[in-house]
Each structure stands twice: as C-alpha cells, then as structure tokens.
C-alpha cells in the first residue's frame, strides 16, 4: 500500500509542481509570470504578475511538499485552495469535462490532495517520522476548511472589467466636480467688489 500511495503522490505532486514552474519560472516552455500575469488580469487577479507568481508558487510548493510526503495536510491545503480558485475562475463556466475545458482536471488533482490527507502518504513519506500520524478526519477537514477558504478569499478579491469602469467613471467624476469649485473660485475672485 505505501508503494501505491508513493505513485499516486510523486504522479500528482511533480505534475502539480511542474505546472506551476512554467507560471513562476517559464520552465517547460511555460509563459512565465509576465505572460501568465495577462492571463491571471483577464481572469480579475490584479496586478496579474503578482498573482501568476503565487499562483505558481502554491503549485510548485503543495505539488513538492504531496511528493515527499511531508506535512501531507498542508500540501492538501494548498492544493485545495489553488485548484479551488483555478477550476472557479478558469474553468468552472465551461462545464466539467477538460474537453470542453471544463474543471475536471483541477478538481481531480483537488480531490486526490485532499483524499490523501484523509488516508495519509504512506510508510514511503516523510510524514512516516513524525512521532504522531498527521492525517485522519481531523486534519483532512482542517486542510479542506483552511483551502476552500483561502480560495474564496481570493475569488472574493478579484475586480472585473466593470468595476474598472466604475472606477474610472468615479475618479471622472470627481475631477469634473473638483475642476468646477476651482473655476466657480476663480469667477468670484475676479468679480469686482461693490464699494459704497
């Protein structure tokens, strides 16, 4: 069981880890925090480098930490949050099925994080050396609670292209009001005073 539980982890894990280095660093001929940034900006992360950076860097941290198996719950965490946030912005209006680039890939590598917080990575994991077992129902809810959370602050945080409008409208708006207390000051200012 430890050697399956080994598989399962580095499969998840290193891809996980992998696809986030193309974010973060453009390895694997990935785009990059500049690129991907444009990306993360159309989605309503903004600024979109800084949230392709950590984006790539939840990745490649929850994808590295599930493949030594080490502090499993928290790589769980991580995970959960990440692929929460990326299969509700992304994909989740496309359906389920990657083929109509639906979710199914996030919520597969989610769910398989998560369900390995529950069973724990195995005897082949540096969670093994831990004096006590740090998977089970407990910390799984823990890991699911910290990361659907962490995920819906951030879909919480996101701005579209409508509320830059309204921003823009607003900043316009007060400009022109700030600019007609300045002429209406300058027109009684010119006028001539009445002296008897």
């Given at each position: 069981?430890?050697?399956?539980?080994?598989?399962?982890?580095?499969?998840?894990?290193?891809?996980?880890?992998?696809?986030?280095?193309?974010?973060?660093?453009?390895?694997?001929?990935?785009?990059?925090?500049?690129?991907?940034?444009?990306?993360m900006h159309k989605l309503g992360f903004r600024p979109g480098p800084r949230h392709a950076r950590l984006a790539g860097a939840s990745e490649m941290a929850g994808g590295t930490l599930l493949a030594l198996g080490f502090v499993t719950p928290v790589a769980a965490a991580i995970i959960v949050g990440t692929m929460f946030v990326a299969g509700a912005s992304a994909h989740a209006q496309k359906g389920f099925f990657l083929t109509s680039g639906g979710y199914e890939y996030t919520f597969m590598l989610g769910v398989t994080a998560w369900a390995l917080a529950i069973t724990g990575p195995g005897a082949l994991a540096l969670d093994s050396l831990w004096p006590i077992a740090l998977h089970g129902a407990v910390y799984a809810t823990l890991a699911l609670i910290v990361g659907l959370g962490a995920g819906a602050v951030m879909l919480a945080a996101r701005q579209t292209d409508d509320d830059d409008e309204t921003a823009v409208t607003e900043t316009s708006e007060r400009d022109v009001t700030r600019s007609t207390r300045i002429e209406g000051g300058r027109d009684s200012a010119a006028q001539p005073t009445n002296q008897a």
């Open positions: 069981m430890g050697l399956g539980l080994l598989v399962i982890r580095l499969a998840v894990g290193l891809t996980l880890a992998a696809h986030g280095s193309q974010k973060l660093l453009g390895w694997f001929d990935g785009p990059g925090p500049e690129k991907a940034g444009k990306m």
